[in-house]
């Protein structure tokens, strides 16, 4: 695949702002206003017409909607190690001389670049752009992906708290350095963000709040001028809160990674996951939390180990296994999956597609062919009545013949779902956080009796699971991947013949945006 056509992938299919750049990282083209707008797929074939070998650069920050940090000397591996561990799964790119990119979704968008503030760190963000693979650099060496962990087949994590919280420390002292030359800290214009400042690490650091009073009282006093010491209660409440905040959104957090995470844990699986920095300030403050839940009773201690625990359940129900028939729902799928894999009631669906793979035709040719059978409800959450009504107009059933009940609905779809019915829904959105896809489906999935759900998913090319990775695959009893041109079973869990389907795929081509064309009969690759 040439540069242009990985540009042009960066640009449509991720999203992100694309310019030309050299083999010495000098920008091609004046790329001020594409920090503030996207190059149109004419514009990008024409630089790269203009000049076949150049590089391809992403402008980083909110216009891309990520963050990039450069790690370019062995020390900076250590220097970060604390802050961006290695068990979080994020894209990682190899620069042509022996460093790497790691790329993260920003939660504050506006972070601006910093160089050097960490040792052999650079910082992209705001203002600043990254090149990106499969660019040569200046020795002839290529940008490439660290295998498996390349942009396109894996999303990115949030950038950790734990890293910004670094970078805006070394920045504030920095600048507090450049403003001493000039005046002295804790004078007027700078003592208010001076003294917050120095509550909020004391707070983080948990001493007690009467030492922290005492402090910042002294350093009231020695103002220039001296700061009103009846506001000094105003500063420490105000740390206070935004460590209150933080902890407040580190323990949802853990939560929901408890609430599908099965067997035994700790504080260092949790750690593990990647779901947050692996920092001194998380460890401590995971504790507390795991501490808290155990209290309450959400879970328990696990044998005698101890930070060791499970989820405490103490409602059980008898299965009367003597008694149970199997009851299959005669449920019937495009391609003919259901010779494949039976669907029992209170099952979960999944439907992972790349974008523009035909996801929402897949779902409206299924409840096509069980309208008349079964009651379907089909939620939207892109689709207007106009969009609706045009894409059904392409299907051979006329509009007053179609028996669904279509709904909008974007969010909270434990709250509608019917429990007895066939529930489509179209697509579960998530941006990020995706670890809460495995709640969000839990949550569907306890709603439902004798009815099931199907629920769409976006997912990275080359990579069969949806956003979320292995929490979107747990509670599914079929799961299927659909790309440009392929639907592949990945997971059957209830075969409907003695032959294994998990893994077996087929081609076909899509009609108008409606109809199916098969291209080959289901096999197994080798």
Not at 36 to 60: H, M
Not at 93 to 101: Q, V
Not at 396 to 405: I, M
Not at 462 to 485: C, H
């Amino acid at each position: 695949m040439t540069i242009l056509e990985n540009a042009l992938r960066y640009r449509m299919e991720l999203d992100c702002s694309v310019i030309p750049v050299f083999a010495n990282k000098k920008p091609m083209v004046k790329w001020e206003e594409f920090q503030k707008r996207k190059a149109s797929e004419d514009e990008i074939k024409a630089w790269w017409g203009k000049n076949p070998k150049a590089n391809v650069g992403i402008v980083t920050g909110a216009i891309s909607n990520l963050c990039v940090v450069d790690i370019d000397e062995p020390k900076g591996f250590e220097a970060i190690k604390d802050y961006i561990p290695n068990s979080i799964k994020t894209p990682r790119a190899k620069t042509p001389r022996g460093g790497e990119h790691l790329y993260f979704k920003t939660p504050d968008k506006s972070l601006a670049n910093n160089s050097r503030l960490i040792p052999g760190c650079d910082f992209r963000g705001n203002g600043g752009f990254i090149v990106a693979p499969p660019s040569i650099g200046t020795n002839g060496k290529q940008y490439e992906w660290v295998l498996g962990l390349s942009l396109f087949n894996l999303p990115m994590q949030v950038l950790p708290l734990s890293y910004i919280s670094l970078i805006n420390s070394l920045a504030f002292n920095i600048n507090a350095r450049a403003r001493s030359n000039d005046h002295a800290m804790f004078t007027k214009g700078t003592r208010d963000d001076d003294l917050f400042h120095v509550a909020n690490h004391l707070v983080k650091s948990r001493m007690p709040d009467g030492e922290v009073t005492e402090i910042l009282k002294r350093l009231a006093l020695s103002c220039d001028p001296t700061f009103p010491l009846d506001e000094i209660p105003a500063k420490i409440d105000s740390a206070i809160k935004r460590a209150e905040r933080r902890e407040f959104n580190l323990t949802e957090e853990i939560r929901a990674w408890i609430s599908v995470t099965d067997g035994d844990f700790s504080v260092t699986d949790w750690l593990k996951s990647g779901q947050t920095a692996s920092s001194v300030t998380n460890r401590d403050t995971a504790r507390k939390v795991f501490q808290r839940f155990k209290q309450e009773g959400y879970i328990e201690k696990a044998g005698k180990k101890d930070g060791v625990y499970c989820r405490k359940d103490n409602q059980l129900e008898e299965l009367d296994f003597i008694n149970a028939e199997e009851k299959v729902l005669d449920l019937q799928w495009p391609f003919e999956v259901e010779k494949w894999v039976k669907i029992m009631p209170r099952n979960l669906i999944v439907i992972a597609g790349e974008v523009n793979a035909g996801k929402t035709a897949y779902l409206l040719n299924f409840s096509a062919l069980n309208m008349l059978t079964h009651e379907i409800h089909y939620f939207s959450s892109e689709m207007g009545a106009i969009e609706l009504r045009a894409r059904l107009g392409k299907f051979e059933t006329s509009l007053k013949s179609w028996k669904v009940k279509f709904w909008e609905r974007s969010s909270a779809f434990d709250a509608v779902i019917q429990p007895n019915a066939i529930n489509v829904i179209d697509f579960l959105e998530i941006h990020d956080e995706f670890y809460k896809v495995g709640l969000l489906m839990k949550q569907i999935y306890d709603k439902l009796e004798d009815g099931v759900a199907i629920i769409a998913l976006q997912k990275n090319p080359k990579t069969d699971f949806g956003l979320g990775g292995m929490r979107s695959i747990e509670k599914a009893r079929l799961y299927l991947s659909l790309e440009n041109g392929v639907i592949k079973i990945v997971k059957g869990k209830n075969w409907a013949s003695e032959t294994n389907p998990n893994g077996i795929s087929r081609t076909f081509k899509l009609v108008q945006g409606a109809k199916f064309l098969s291209t080959s009969e289901w096999r197994r690759e080798k």
